[in-house]
Each structure stands twice: as structure tokens, then as C-alpha cells.
């Protein structure tokens, strides 16, 4: 049976997880609206800006749907501006952001700061076989997991060495970085094994 996986496609880098997500044999459709979410077994949350992300799921009446099927155990895999919309906490946050939440853990956005700051580093991680490849962008970190919370990778060199970079929590994953970017899928294979087991 064809596992069938949504991308939010309200804001952000929606093609590439298509491609990486059909590449390993899912089913994917663009979500733009509530009822769409009934309808899949998983659903991914994109990097962009995740100020414009929750402004336009409001716009389009997402907000809430969202935040039901996340508590409702839909399995979901956010990446980048996707791990701040997953947080039940924020630090730095614009005033009143909002998120979707479901993942006990306090976020700092942009914590490896500016555009100019991006780069990428090969890490290990829990079910991922050998190191991936980690493209940070404008990318935020977990500052602190909940007892709950597996954390999946962490930076391994530089000044940042140490912060939490990949976290899951029951059927909610995500990374600081883009692993969309590059090739390699071996991070969302990993999810949609976590989507097939839920």
C-alpha cells in the first residue's frame, strides 16, 4: 500500500521534499487547506520562514486543523523553519508568534544566525546510517528537550558543538537542517519508516 505524505505548500522549499519523498516510492501531495489533512498518513512541514508560515495557515484556516491533527498522532517531520512550528516553546521568537507545538522543546530561532552564517557539516544520527550531510539555513537549535524527547543529532565541531540539531518525540520528527537539500534521503526515509510503524 502507497503511503501518502503531505507537504504543507503554503511557504517554503516544497519541491524538493516532493522529489526526495516520490523518490522513495510516497505519495505526495501539496496541503494548502484543512481537509486535505484527513486524507494522509504523514505530513511534512517545510523550511521557509516560519513567521509567514503561521500567518498564512491562519489566513487559509490551517492553524487549528493543524494543531488537532498533530494531537491527534498524525506523524509529522518538520525541517528547519518546520522545527519551530513543531516547538511548544520559543526563544527569540517574533512578539505574540505563535506555533502548532506537539514537541516538548524550547526552540531558538535563527540560532546559528544570519543567512551569511549558513553552512554545512556531516553529523551523526540515530537512524541514519554513516553521517548526513547538514545544510543550515537562517537554522534554529533546541535549547532544551523534555524527558520525552530523543534527540537524534547534535553539531559536532565548531562553535556550536553540542546543540541539538534533530529531535523525535512519538510520530513528531525534526531537524534544524534542510535534509531535502543535496540528495540524500536517507533522513526522510527514516521518517516514512516512522510513519509506517505509527
Given amino acids: 500500500m502507497t503511503t501518502r505524505i503531505g507537504v504543507l505548500a503554503l511557504q517554503g522549499d516544497v ?3 516532493r522529489e526526495t519523498l516520490e523518490g522513495l516510492g510516497a505519495q505526495v501531495v501539496a496541503v494548502r487547506r484543512a481537509r486535505e489533512l484527513a486524507q494522509l498518513d504523514g505530513l511534512v512541514l517545510p523550511g521557509g520562514e516560519s513567521t509567514a508560515i503561521v500567518n498564512l495557515a491562519r489566513v487559509f484556516g ?3 486543523p493543524l494543531r488537532t491533527a498533530v494531537a491527534g498522532g498524525l506523524p509529522c517531520f518538520g525541517t528547519c523553519a518546520g522545527m519551530v512550528l513543531l ?4 526563544v527569540d521568537a517574533m512578539e505574540g508568534q505563535e ?3 506537539g514537541l ?4 531558538r530561532r535563527n540560532g546559528f544566525g544570519r543567512q551569511v552564517d549558513s ?3 556531516d553529523l551523526p544520527m540515530v537512524g541514519v546510517e554513516g553521517s ?3 545544510v543550515f539555513i537562517r537554522a534554529p537549535w533546541v535549547e532544551e528537550a523534555g524527558a520525552e524527547v530523543e534527540v537524534l543529532a547534535r553539531v559536532s565541531e565548531g562553535p556550536a558543538s553540542g546543540r541539538i540539531v534533530a529531535v ?3 510520530n513528531l520528527m525534526a531537524t534544524s537542517f534542510h535534509p531535502e537539500v543535496g540528495g540524500d534521503p536517507r533522513v526522510h526515509r527514516s521518517f516514512l519508516d516512522l510513519v509506517r510503524g505509527a
Fill in 15 to 17: 519541491r524538493e521534499h
Fill in 62 to 64: 490551517m492553524l487549528e
Fill in 104 to 107: 516538548d522543546v524550547t526552540v
Fill in 99 to 101: 506555533t502548532i507545538g
Fill in 132 to 134: 548526513v550531510r547538514a
Fill in 87 to 90: 516547538a511548544d516553546r520559543l
Fill in 119 to 121: 553552512f554545512e557539516q
Fill in 168 to 170: 523525535r518525540q512519538g
